[in-house]
């Protein structure tokens, strides 16, 4: 017998598969009947007609490979550095207090006003595209884990203690758990900003990318090209936070974390009998 909240996320699926198909119906009618001028807004079958012809000649891959590289390698990097920084300073109140002031201060400046200071350092290439997602990925992270580390009970704490634990055990066994929500959910937000970071030091200056080719592709009026990586960019978006949901659901496996309507209609009691 079929599990009813199967049933239940396959009915959702097929109406949100439904409404996009209307939605999409709806924008190309009003498109040609309302007399909208194509370099305004293009029809949904000029943006599909301009993303398959993107495929088909091939131009496309080699800028998605390019702006997916940059998101990666400065995700990587900005995430790496946070989670270690702000682990010291959750661990070491001299760190703390000699660190974290300036690093307020630094996080009150815009980002994005910076993109064009990092592409003069360090030039159109890969790097400067990196470097920018690093430093936008690195402050959520840093942030999430400074505050998931400091939410550990201070009763366990200090149970543990008072049991001989070392300070390595008590993070490994106590504070690093607990904190792994927060670490998490400040993982979902770099990894957008990354995205948009790269995106935007693209835009700037860049030899390749889907930023660079969207520009390029303003200049030459093709409205319909830019909607279609926009499209692109969205997708690689959901696709990397779907990966990251996939990585958390391995690692933070005693988190009965779901997203599904039907898995939000049901209440706790129900949820920690399923999970026995």
């Known amino acids: 017998m079929p599990d009813l909240s199967d049933i239940d996320t396959l009915r959702n699926r097929i ?3 439904f409404l996009l198909v209307a939605i999409l119906a709806v924008w190309e009618l009003l498109v040609r009947v309302g007399g909208i001028p194509v370099f ?10 301009a993303m398959w ?6 131009v496309y891959y080699e800028h998605i490979a390019v702006t997916v590289f940059q998101v990666l390698a400065g995700y990587t990097i900005g995430c790496g550095l946070g989670f270690l920084l702000g682990a010291a300073i959750a661990l070491n109140r001299y760190v703390a207090y000699f660190l974290y ?6 996080l009150s400046m815009p980002k ?3 993109v064009p200071l990092i592409v003069l350092w360090f030039g159109l290439g890969m790097t400067s595209k990196i470097v920018t ?20 009970n201070k009763d366990q704490v200090d149970l543990m203690r008072s049991l001989g634990a070392s300070g390595r ?13 927060f670490v998490f959910a400040g993982l979902e937000i770099a990894v957008t900003l990354s995205l948009i970071g790269t995106v935007v030091a693209e835009f700037l200056g860049a030899e390749r990318g889907l930023g660079m080719l969207m520009q390029n592709m303003n200049f030459l009026m093709d409205i319909g090209g830019s909607f279609s990586i926009l499209i692109i960019l969205a997708l690689i978006g959901l696709a990397l936070n779907r990966t990251l949901l996939f990585v958390r659901r391995r690692i933070y496996f005693w988190d009965k974390f779901d997203q599904s309507p039907s898995a939000a209609k049901k209440s706790p009691a129900i949820r920690s009998a399923e999970a026995l």
């Open 15 to 17: 109406l949100s598969v």
């Open 40 to 49: 305004v807004l293009p029809p949904p079958s000029s943006i599909f007609s």
């Open 53 to 58: 012809r993107g495929f088909a000649t091939g």
């Open 101 to 106: 002031p300036y690093i307020v201060m630094f």
């Open 112 to 114: 994005v006003a910076l």
């Open 133 to 152: 997602a690093a430093l936008i990925s690195f402050f959520p992270l840093m942030i999430n884990t400074i505050t998931g580390l400091n939410a550990a």
């Open 169 to 181: 055990q008590i993070f490994v066994m106590l504070r690093l758990p607990s904190a792994l929500p």
